[in-house]
């Protein structure tokens, strides 16, 4: 009497979990098996020697992260953070006079946000390419001081080009949150200062900015992470010398052929990353809890 | 009321959007520049994008990213719509921990995300190909096709699935002739997000292509690597042109109501 | 009220609630709640939110289900604790429409009797007389939109999409709420006679009292997750029970005293002294304290001892007047009882004005079996 469609419903409805996990059952398997569980076979790896042929042989090791003890290792990874840091303190000081500029733009708005997210949505890989055409030795800026009379300057392959290729690539992350939280000032916060008697100045610094925070906080961490775990630029921007994490990890699994060391490599990325995203949770724990 | 800001803060805003512009225009210029030696302008001419139409490499390029973007924009559209509906109308245990799995791949590096999907398969012995690509494509794409048909779903009127129901209609045909049709715009503008990051991907597609199947940015990188000429400015122009209009689509159906 | 075993006549109550509980966390939104309901009737379920009304009516659809041992919900007879929604004969019209925004206006109505599979024409034939019946032109109605409609015009659509389906129960869950207020009162005549053309029973949901008052062939007055009253409109306002009916159905004056018995009649012995005299009631008991509510409506104004004698009488200061139309609200301040309020009729405060200031002495009264002796609730 009952069809099967019918008994299947039937089963489900006193089973709210089964239901609700049954909608779930094939994304979560899909990233369990090919997300979560690669990290941890990669995390393994890096605790395991090295191989004949660039794999792994059975046992464990510490030595890929010991690794990192040694000068080059060490100037590689001071060098991401340093860079990262870098990267994200220039588009706070860009970045803000925008979302600032934006917030109180009025009838401009929308068009001001879509012009700041277009290049975010766009190729990475065509955007790198972009610098590239501008700063190489026989690129456009170059030819241009060359008409001029000037003698051309070498960009490309410098700590310079890497920087700017960075910036540019994100300071979109930078600006739209920044401007999320400033739409959301209350502008008679601002009026009151006045009437207080409190200039430009200080009403920015007393008012604008601490009320901005969460914005600051939030570019500031969507800029940082990726920033550390970027490939492109300092590949195709920076050349052999300038290299970051991701540099190396790539290296690793293609020339180097040390996959564990990769792995190594790779982990110590993701790490940094968690540890940045748990200091942003946190953050903003502390931020809701001094709210109440 | 941009006449009470500083004009240096106007100046700086200004500087700032042509840095962000600027390179992407002159590159899409110079795509027309009659001149294999980029940098100075000489005639306008439409060559360098016919000779496009001649390379094999970018014309198998091109029909491997449109492959892979169809096939892993249907899985992701499949799978994440579930996912979101799972989140937005039961309750059940284990939520929270779901929810913050959910937001890892976005985070994660796509250096991590490629490697160690490249170790995955070299383990389990999986030839790379157009499926691993796929394969690694859903797997960071999902996410983001939660996240906004998850937005969609939960602006949706309850009611409206209620009324379905005491209307005669079981879970099933409900979903199917009250919710997909509300849901549309959001599973679509989901789907073109997706279809957009798999068709720009480079990093985490580089690891987990085998030699014989390059999608198109692969191709560019190639070329970019090897000499620089104006037909990569031609092929970036058409490749920003594509995910533009994808975009602006996506955008225009996820404010729909 | 307790639930029969279903009897075979078709005078069976067509809905049943036995001791219907159910809980949300550690809420209990519904306690214990048992009714029936007839065949035919106009049933409302009147209380402030949260008073349970609008999850009792989801039971009744099935979008809830009581507790595990939270009685048993019976419709037509039948069990249907654990039925779907979809398995179960009754529709439903929602506080704001529910109208699919994707389908026209005929999709809609028609969505109900496709699920049923009926045959194309007999479906066109029969949302073109739901229209009718709702009063929209099908010609003028049938290809719009639901964006393309009034708040009014979509209850109408919505109610259409329900009776389009005979079904033998409607529930409404206040319908008429973002109806406003001319067309939300023409609206209630027409689901009355409507209720009485069909003879679908309608079980409505509303706070509004005034809306039950008018609707109803009999209302259960909800208060905090149980049936506070219930009974017809006349009952419950005429007779309310515990204090929370008499205030939550227009306006009451309440009093307290001690029951006394004196020469075998009973009587009401202020705190302060003097008494008022009471109906008999099987509740007095000599020397309790008791609660009586007396409406504004059954009182008077008498000038100061000129109350009639055989009536209560209550002397104090005119405190205000107040000019509402159709009646005159006389608020009268009363030493040691409060404020009360006398409704009298408004004969023209231009020609036959009434003879009451600010601070005159004056008294109240009231017929003794005018007032409703009222249980602890």
Redesign the interface.
């Known amino acids: 009497m009952t069809s099967p469609r019918q008994r299947l419903l039937g089963w489900l409805h006193p089973r709210p979990q089964a239901r609700a996990w049954l909608l779930l059952g094939p994304g979560t398997i899909w990233l369990l098996v090919f997300f979560l569980v690669p990290i941890l076979i990669m995390l393994v790896y890096s605790l395991m020697p090295r191989g004949v042929y660039g794999g792994v042989d059975p046992g464990f090791t510490l030595e890929h992260y010991r690794r990192f003890f040694d000068p080059l290792y060490l100037d590689i990874l001071q060098r991401t953070l340093v860079w990262s840091v870098a990267c994200t303190v220039i588009c706070l000081v860009l970045g803000y006079p925008v979302a600032y500029v934006i917030a109180r733009a009025g009838r401009w708005k929308n068009f001001l946000l879509f012009l700041v997210v277009l290049p975010f949505w766009t190729s990475f890989l065509v955007r790198t390419f972009a610098m590239i055409f501008l700063l190489r030795d026989t690129g456009l800026i170059n030819s241009w001081l060359v008409q001029v009379g000037v003698n051309p300057i070498s960009m490309l392959y410098t700590p310079f080009a890497v920087m700017v290729g960075l910036v540019y690539g994100f300071l979109p992350f930078m600006i739209l949150p920044i401007y999320a939280s400033l739409e959301k000032l209350d502008l008679s916060l601002l009026e009151a200062a006045e009437v207080l008697g409190a200039k430009p100045a200080e009403r920015f610094r007393r008012v604008t900015l601490p009320l901005s925070m969460p914005g600051v906080v939030a570019g500031c961490l969507l800029v940082f992470i990726p920033a550390l775990g970027s490939f492109l630029t300092s590949d195709l921007l920076g050349g052999a010398k300038q290299m970051m994490i991701g540099n190396l990890v790539q290296n690793q699994f293609a020339a180097a052929r040390n996959w564990p060391f990769g792995s190594a490599a790779s982990f110590i990325v993701m790490a940094l990353v968690l540890a940045a995203v748990m200091l942003y949770l946190k953050v903003k724990d502390r931020e809701q809890e001094e709210a109440r | 009321?941009?006449g009470?800001?500083p004009r240096w803060?106007?100046g700086?805003?200004l500087a700032?959007?042509a840095?962000?512009?600027l390179?992407?225009l002159?590159?899409v210029a110079?795509s027309f520049n009659d001149s294999k030696?980029?940098?100075?302008w000489v005639g306008f001419t439409l060559d360098w994008y016919y000779r496009l139409l001649e390379r094999p490499d970018i014309m198998r390029g091109l029909k491997a990213s449109l492959i892979v973007g169809g096939v892993s924009t249907v899985i992701s559209a499949?799978?994440?719509t579930?996912?979101a509906?799972?989140?937005a109308r039961?309750?059940?245990?284990g939520r929270t921990a779901?929810e913050g799995?959910?937001y890892?791949?976005i985070?994660?590096?796509?250096?991590?995300?490629g490697?160690?999907?490249?170790?995955?398969f070299?383990?389990v012995k999986i030839p790379l190909g157009l499926t691993t690509i796929v394969?690694?494509h859903?797997?960071?794409c999902?996410?983001f096709v939660?996240i906004v048909v998850l937005a969609r779903l939960e602006g949706m009127?309850q009611?409206?699935e209620?009324?379905?129901?005491?209307?005669?209609?079981?879970?099933?045909?409900t979903f199917w002739?009250?919710t997909v049709?509300?849901l549309w715009p959001g599973i679509l503008a989901g789907a073109l997000l997706a279809f957009?990051m798999s068709?720009?991907d480079?990093?985490i597609t580089s690891?987990v292509s085998g030699s014989g199947s390059s999608t198109l940015?692969i191709v560019?990188?190639g070329m970019?690597?090897r000499n620089?000429e104006p037909s990569?400015?031609a092929i970036?122009t058409i490749?920003?042109l594509v995910?533009?209009a994808l975009?602006y689509l996506a955008d225009r159906l996820a404010r729909e109501k | 009220m307790v639930a029969s075993p279903p009897p075979p006549s078709p005078s069976a109550p067509v809905v049943q609630l036995a001791h219907v509980t159910k809980t949300f966390g550690d809420v209990k939104a519904v306690n214990d709640i048992s009714l029936d309901i007839q065949r035919g009737e106009f049933f409302s379920m009147l209380g402030p939110s949260g008073c349970g009304k609008t999850t009792t009516l989801r039971l009744l659809a099935g979008f809830e289900q009581p507790d595990e041992d939270g009685g048993e919900v019976r419709l037509m007879g039948e069990v249907v604790n654990r039925r779907r929604p979809y398995e179960r004969k009754v529709a439903m019209v929602f506080q704001n429409y529910a109208l699919f925004p994707h389908l026209s206006v005929e999709r809609n109505v028609a969505f109900g009797l496709e699920q049923r599979k009926l045959p194309k024409p007999k479906i066109a034939d029969q949302v073109r007389d739901a229209l009718q019946m709702v009063r929209l032109k099908p010609d003028v109605f049938a290809r719009r939109m639901p964006s393309q409609l009034s708040g009014g015009q979509r209850q109408r659509v919505a109610l259409a999409r329900a009776l389009v389906l005979e079904p033998a129960i409607l529930l409404l869950d206040e319908p008429l709420g973002a109806i406003d207020l001319k067309l939300r009162k023409e609206m209630q005549l027409e689901l009355k006679a409507l209720n009485k053309q069909l003879g679908t029973t309608f079980i409505y949901v509303t706070h509004d009292q005034e809306e039950a008052l008018t609707m109803s062939d009999r209302i259960a007055v909800m208060d905090n997750a149980r049936v506070a009253q219930l009974g017809t409109p006349a009952e419950i306002y005429e007779n309310p029970r515990t204090a929370f009916v008499a205030k939550f159905i227009g306006e009451s004056n309440f009093l307290e005293g001690r029951a006394r018995q004196s020469d075998g009649r009973w009587e009401l012995e202020w705190e302060y002294g003097g008494c008022a005299r009471l109906p008999a009631h099987p509740g007095l008991q000599e020397g309790r304290m008791v609660r009586i509510a007396v409406r504004p409506e059954w009182m008077d104004v008498w000038p100061s001892g000129e109350v009639p004698a055989g009536e209560n009488a209550l002397g104090g200061t005119i405190e205000d007047v107040i000019y509402l139309g159709e009646t005159m609200h006389v608020l009268v301040r009363v030493p040691h009882a409060g404020t009360v309020t006398v409704a009298v009729r408004n004969e023209g405060q231009l020609i036959k004005p009434l003879p009451w200031k600010r601070g005159d002495q004056a008294a109240v009264g009231w017929l003794p079996e005018d007032c409703q002796i009222l249980e602890e609730s």
């Open positions: 009321m941009t009470r800001l803060l106007l700086v805003t700032v959007y840095f962000l512009h390179p992407l002159v590159l110079f030696f980029s940098a100075s499949v799978l994440g579930l996912v509906l799972a989140l039961h309750r059940f245990r779901l799995f959910l890892v791949p985070v994660t590096p796509e250096i991590v995300v490697i160690s999907l490249l170790i995955l070299a383990l394969i690694a859903v797997a960071f999902l996410s939660v009127d009611n409206l209620e009324a379905a129901m005491i209307l005669g209609a079981d879970e099933i045909t002739k009250v049709p509300q957009t068709f720009d480079f990093v690891f940015p560019v990188y970019v690597r620089i990569i400015n970036s490749i920003l995910t533009t975009i």
